[in-house]
Structures are given as structure tokens and as C-alpha cells.
């Protein structure tokens, strides 16, 4: 089984700031997909961000973008400009196929 | 409905009792995925469906665990004999086209949330 590792159980930041949040994985295969999901304390998973590993160019979505490094299999999250309704937990996830694994996650807290 | 619909949303049981949780997917989602979380902690991996198969079981925790699709559509995950360990959220997820198809990211239900007293 691949494994994702998100080694920041917490992380907090000031509201309009910036934060990245951590994603290490592990595989040996080359063609993947990466992605981030958010859950809120409403406990619905809602899709962030996604990253297709043969490309190159980083993903970015509005706010949230991605630092993709396919050697080093790292797969950081940049959230710019903090909101309040950013507070949640993080989750890293890997794809290959039916394979799809998440990390333990990183909570996020936004201080006003 | 337009997302994946999990019921009960909530259940409390006694222990040893058996549980039955309801996953109805995206229309059309050939992949069914189950996912278990307990307090505060990651996803962890259940079992897989691609159409009524399952071709990965690998997550099941033990043989109190069982889960079966049908239609291509409804998915129940059975738990036997439940025991405290067992308390968790429970979390169905579907996504569309074939297990090959990679960008295809999970839908995820609300989850179950299950008490075991």
C-alpha cells in the first residue's frame, strides 16, 4: 500500500495571512493523481485542489495552490489570503487507479 | 440526488448488536469506496467497489466487517457482533468511470457517525 504522510497535526495562521501545509508520499509508481481535500466540523469532504503527477506545472485553484515536487514526492498545500471559513482539517491523497489513500490530516485553525 | 446520500446519519447501539449503514451513490458512479474515521484521526481505508465487485477488501478489519453493492448503486456495510473499537464515522464515497480513470476525484456522503455503548 502507498502511504501518505502529513507530518503537522496542527497548524494555525492570522486571518489574511499565508500558510502551507505539509504532504510527503510514497510510491514507485509515475503516473498518479494528488489531491487535497478540506473537511469542515460538518464532516463533509469537499475536494480543494488536484494535481495530475505527469505535470509539471503546479495546480492552483483561486486562493489554494500546490508546490508539486515529483522527486522528492512532495505535495504541499499553499492557502493565501486566510479566511476564517479556511478552519478545518487538511487531508493529502494519493490515487493510482482503484488506490486511494489519505494522510492523518493537519488542522487548521485561522485566528481573526 | 445530486450527491452521495449516507443514512443513518447518526446510530447508537449496544454491544454486540449487528449494524447495517446505507451508502446511495452519484447516479452513474461505477466506484464505491468506504471509509472509516475515528475522533480527530485520518480515513482509513475500507473497501472498494468497481460496479457490484470488490475487487479490494483489504481494508476490512476483520470478518464482523462485510459489505456488499448492488445494482451498481447501493452499497451496505455490515458490522457483526459490533464492539466500542467499532465507534467511528463511517464515510461512503463515489466517483465516475472506471477505477482507471485517475482524475476522477472521491464525492464523499456526510458519513455515519456510530456509537457503540
Known amino acids: 500500500a502507498q502511504t501518505v504522510t502529513q507530518s503537522q497535526p496542527e497548524m494555525s495562521v492570522q486571518e489574511a495571512e499565508t500558510v502551507t501545509l505539509s504532504c510527503t508520499y510514497d510510491t514507485s509508481e509515475s503516473d498518479y493523481y494528488l489531491f487535497w481535500y478540506k473537511q469542515p466540523p460538518s464532516r463533509q469532504m469537499i475536494l480543494v485542489i488536484r494535481?495530475?503527477?505527469?505535470?509539471?506545472q503546479n495546480a492552483t485553484e483561486n486562493r489554494f495552490s500546490v508546490n508539486f515536487q515529483k522527486a522528492a514526492k512532495s505535495f504541499s498545500l499553499k492557502i493565501s489570503d486566510s479566511q476564517l471559513g479556511d478552519a478545518a482539517m487538511y487531508f493529502c491523497a494519493y490515487r493510482r487507479l482503484s488506490d486511494m489513500r489519505f494522510g492523518a490530516g493537519t488542522r487548521l485553525t485561522v485566528k481573526p | 440526488g445530486a450527491g452521495v446520500s449516507q443514512s443513518p446519519s447518526n446510530k447508537v447501539t449496544e454491544k454486540g448488536k449487528d449494524v447495517e449503514l446505507r451508502c446511495d451513490p452519484i447516479?452513474?458512479?461505477?466506484?464505491l469506496y468506504w471509509y472509516r474515521q475515528r475522533l480527530g484521526q485520518g480515513l482509513e481505508f475500507l473497501i472498494y467497489?468497481?460496479?457490484?465487485?470488490?475487487?479490494?477488501k483489504s481494508g476490512l478489519p476483520s470478518d464482523r466487517f462485510s459489505a456488499e453493492r448492488t445494482g451498481e448503486s447501493v452499497s451496505t456495510l455490515t458490522i457483526q457482533r459490533t464492539q466500542q473499537e467499532d465507534s467511528a464515522v463511517y464515510l461512503c464515497?463515489?466517483?465516475?468511470?472506471?477505477?482507471?480513470?485517475?482524475?476522477?476525484?472521491?464525492?464523499f456522503g456526510n458519513g455515519t457517525r456510530l456509537t457503540v455503548t
Open positions: 464515497a463515489s466517483s465516475g468511470g472506471f477505477g482507471g480513470d485517475l482524475n476522477s476525484p472521491l464525492h
Open positions: 467497489f468497481q460496479g457490484n465487485s470488490a475487487p479490494d
Open positions: 494535481q495530475e503527477a505527469y505535470k509539471q
Open positions: 447516479s452513474g458512479h461505477t466506484a
